[in-house]
C-alpha cells in the first residue's frame, strides 16, 4: 500500500485560504509530515497594507511552524505565493502564474471562504460559490490534476437533523441565484435574503451548500472529495496541543467566559457539542487527498468530519470544563472571576442578561465616568451580544451526522499513517482537549504569559473579595431598610436571632453534658 508521505513526494499543491486558521495548519502539516512534498502554491491577496509577499513572510515566522523550522530552516523555498484576489473575475490571477499553475498543480486544497455569519448575501455568495466556480475552472485547465479538495461545513445542511456523506440538492440553482442578484440592489437583496436563506440561520451555511453543488457538477471531469468539519476548535496533538489564533466559533465564548464578562448564554446543556480539533480536520483532509487522486471514486466523495456521533460531549460538560480550566489557568485582568451559566430557557437568559451583564456593565462604566475615563463596558457586551446571539442557534440543538466513508478511509491507511494522519477522536480525552484549548486561547489569541498565572490568580482572589464584601454590604442594607420600615420583618427578625440563641444553648449545654 502506497503511503501518504510517498504519495506526496514530488506533488505541487495549490491552498487556497492558507493565510486563514485552518490553510495555516494544512500547510505546516503537509511541510512537517510531507517533508518531500515539491511546492505548496498559496492563493494570497494583499491586505491592511502589506503585499501578499510579506503576508506569507510573516505566517511563516508564526509559532504555529516551529516545529517545521526545527526541521528544516529553508522549508520556505517551497512556499511560492501567488497573487489572487477571489472575489474578481478569473480570480484576479495574471496570465503568467495561471500558466504556471495549469502546468504544474497536481492537488487543489480549497479552504478560502468567508465563515461570517452576518455576511451580507451577495458577498458570500461571490466568494463562497462564484469564487469556487471560478477556482474548478481553472482546476479543468491544469494538465496533471490528480484531485481537488473542498471544504465544506457540517452545517451546509443544518436545516436537517440527520444528515448523510451526500451532496443534498441546492435550496436553489446557484446559476439562477447569481443571475438574478446581479442586477439588484444590495437594499433589496437585503430584504429578501430571508426568504431566501429559509429554514437555514444564515448566508454562510446557505452559500456552503450551494457551493458543494457547484463543486458536484464537476465530478465528471475532476477527481474531487468535499470535507465537511463541523465546529473546528484549537489542536489536538499538532504541532503542539491548544494551538488556536482566532475570536471565531467557540474559541470568542470561552475568552469571553474565562475574562468574566461572558455570564450567561443560551445553549442546551444536553445537546452534543460537536467539536472538532484543527488538526483531525487537516490530518482527514490530507487522507482524502491521497486516496481521492489514488483510488479515484467514481463520484465525489463527502467525508462528516465530526465528533458527536463516536465521542459525543455536551455543552454542559462544555461549560463546566471551560470554567474550572479558567479557574485553574486564569486569563489577566478579569473583569469578575469566571462563572457562567448555559440555559436554553429564553426568559431566565434574559434575567441574568440583564442582573449580570447589564447592571455590572452599568455600574462599572459609571465609575468610568465619575474617574473622567470613557465607558467602554456597555460597548463590549453589545457586540458580545450580537455574536452569541449568532451562535445560540448551534448550542441549543443537535444534528446526527453519518460517517462511513470517514471510516472506509482510515481502513485504507496504513497503521503509521493512521498514526502520522490521525483523525481517530475515539481516542480524544475531551477535559484535557479543553484545558489545552483554554490555555491554547491565553497564550496565542491574548499573548498572556504562562508566568503571570500566580498575579491572576491574585486578582481573581481579589475579585472574590470584593464579590464578597458587596455581597455583605447589601444584605445588612435590604436589612436595615427592612427592619426600620415593617414590624412583622422585626418580628421575623427576633424570632431568628431567639432561635439561633436556642439552638447554641442547647449544643453548649449537651457538650458540657457529654464532657
Ligand atoms: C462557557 C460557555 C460554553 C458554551 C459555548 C457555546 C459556544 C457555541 C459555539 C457555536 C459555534 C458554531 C459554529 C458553527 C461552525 C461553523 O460552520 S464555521 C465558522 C464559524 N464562524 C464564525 O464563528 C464566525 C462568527 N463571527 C462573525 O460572524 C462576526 O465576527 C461577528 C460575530 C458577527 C462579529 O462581527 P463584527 O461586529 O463586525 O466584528 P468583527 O470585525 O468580526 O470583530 C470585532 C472584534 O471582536 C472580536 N470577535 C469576533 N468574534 C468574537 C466572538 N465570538 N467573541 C468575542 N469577540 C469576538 C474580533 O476579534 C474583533 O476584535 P478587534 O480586532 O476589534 O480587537
Ligand atoms: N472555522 C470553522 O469553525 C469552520 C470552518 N469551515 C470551513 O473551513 C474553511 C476555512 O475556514 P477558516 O480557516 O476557519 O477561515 P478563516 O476565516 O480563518 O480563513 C479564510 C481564508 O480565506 C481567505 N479569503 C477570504 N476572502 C478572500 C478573498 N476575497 N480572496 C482571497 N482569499 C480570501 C482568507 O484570506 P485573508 O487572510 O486574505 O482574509 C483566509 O485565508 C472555510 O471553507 C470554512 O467554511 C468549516 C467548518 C467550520
Known amino acids: ?92 490571477i495574471s496570465p503568467q502564474d495561471g500558466e504556471k499553475l495549469a502546468s504544474c498543480i497536481n492537488i487543489v486544497f480549497h479552504c478560502a471562504a468567508t465563515i461570517r455569519f452576518d455576511e451580507p448575501l451577495k458577498h458570500a455568495l461571490q466568494l463562497n460559490v462564484i469564487a469556487t466556480q471560478q477556482l474548478l475552472s481553472l482546476a479543468k485547465q491544469m494538465h496533471h ?11 451546509a445542511n443544518c436545516n436537517r437533523k440527520h444528515i448523510d456523506e451526500v451532496i443534498y440538492p441546492p435550496p436553489v440553482e446557484p446559476r439562477k441565484l447569481i443571475e438574478s442578484l446581479e442586477w439588484m440592489d444590495d437594499g433589496i437583496v437585503r430584504d429578501i435574503t430571508p426568504r431566501l436563506i429559509g429554514d437555514r440561520p ?25 470535507i465537511r ?76 468530519c465530526t465528533t458527536g456521533g463516536i465521542n459525543p460531549f455536551h455543552w454542559g460538560e462544555i461549560e463546566h470544563h471551560v470554567i474550572s480550566s479558567f479557574k485553574r489557568n486564569p486569563l489577566e485582568q ?23 451583564h447589564k447592571f455590572p456593565a452599568f455600574i462599572y462604566d459609571l465609575f468610568l465616568r465619575l474617574s473622567g475615563q470613557k465607558p467602554q463596558m456597555m460597548r463590549i457586551f453589545n457586540r458580545l451580544h450580537k455574536a452569541i446571539g449568532l451562535l445560540e442557534y448551534f448550542s441549543s440543538q443537535d444534528w446526527e451526522w453519518n460517517s462511513e466513508n470517514l471510516n472506509m478511509l482510515m481502513s485504507q491507511m496504513t497503521p503509521e499513517d493512521r498514526k502520522t494522519f490521525n483523525f481517530d477522536v475515539r481516542q480524544l480525552n475531551w477535559p484535557e482537549y479543553i484545558e489545552n484549548y483554554c490555555i491554547g486561547t491565553k497564550k496565542y489569541v491574548l499573548n498572556e504569559d504562562m508566568s503571570d498565572i ?27 431598610v ?28 449537651s457538650s458540657t453534658l457529654t464532657n
Request: some cysteine.
Open 334 to 356: 478579569a473583569f469578575r472571576r469566571p462563572n457562567a451559566n448555559i440555559t436554553s430557557n429564553y426568559l431566565i437568559n434574559q434575567y441574568w442578561i440583564l442582573v449580570s
Open 482 to 509: 427592612f427592619i426600620a420600615r415593617s414590624q412583622m420583618a422585626r418580628n421575623i427578625w427576633y424570632f431568628v436571632v431567639s432561635l439561633c440563641f436556642k439552638f447554641l444553648s442547647y449544643f453548649r449545654a
Open 454 to 480: 500566580p498575579a491572576a490568580r491574585q486578582h481573581l482572589r481579589k475579585l472574590r473579595n470584593i464579590r464578597y464584601t458587596f455581597n455583605t454590604v447589601l444584605v445588612v442594607f435590604i436589612w436595615r
Open 1 to 92: 500500500m502506497f503511503r501518504m508521505a510517498e504519495y506526496y513526494a514530488g506533488k505541487s499543491v495549490l491552498i487556497t485560504g492558507a493565510t486563514g486558521f485552518m490553510g495555516k495548519v494544512l500547510v505546516e502539516k503537509l511541510l512537517r509530515s510531507c517533508p518531500e512534498v515539491k511546492a505548496l502554491y498559496l492563493l494570497v491577496r494583499p491586505k491592511a497594507g502589506q503585499s501578499m509577499q510579506q503576508r506569507v513572510s510573516e505566517m511563516m515566522t508564526c509559532k504555529l511552524f516551529d516545529r517545521v523550522r526545527e526541521d528544516d530552516p529553508d522549508f520556505h523555498r517551497k512556499i511560492i505565493p501567488i497573487s489572487s484576489e477571489l472575489t474578481q473575475p478569473g480570480l484576479a
Open 229 to 304: 468539519p463541523s465546529i473546528v476548535g484549537a489542536s489536538w496533538q499538532e504541532p503542539f496541543p491548544g494551538w488556536i489564533d482566532n475570536f471565531n466559533g467557540p474559541s470568542g465564548v470561552f475568552i469571553a467566559a474565562g475574562k468574566g464578562i461572558l455570564r450567561t448564554m443560551r445553549a442546551n446543556n444536553d445537546a452534543v457539542a460537536d467539536l472538532i480539533p484543527v488538526d483531525v480536520v487537516i490530518n482527514l483532509t490530507l487522507a482524502a487527498g491521497w486516496y481521492t487522486a489514488v483510488h479515484r471514486p467514481k463520484s465525489a466523495l463527502v467525508y462528516n
Open 202 to 226: 444564515n448566508t454562510y451555511t446557505y452559500t456552503k451548500a450551494l457551493a458543494e453543488f457547484v463543486v458536484q457538477q464537476e465530478q465528471d471531469q475532476l477527481n474531487i472529495a468535499i
Open 145 to 155: 490534476l490528480e484531485a481537488f479538495i473542498h471544504i465544506s461545513t457540517a452545517y
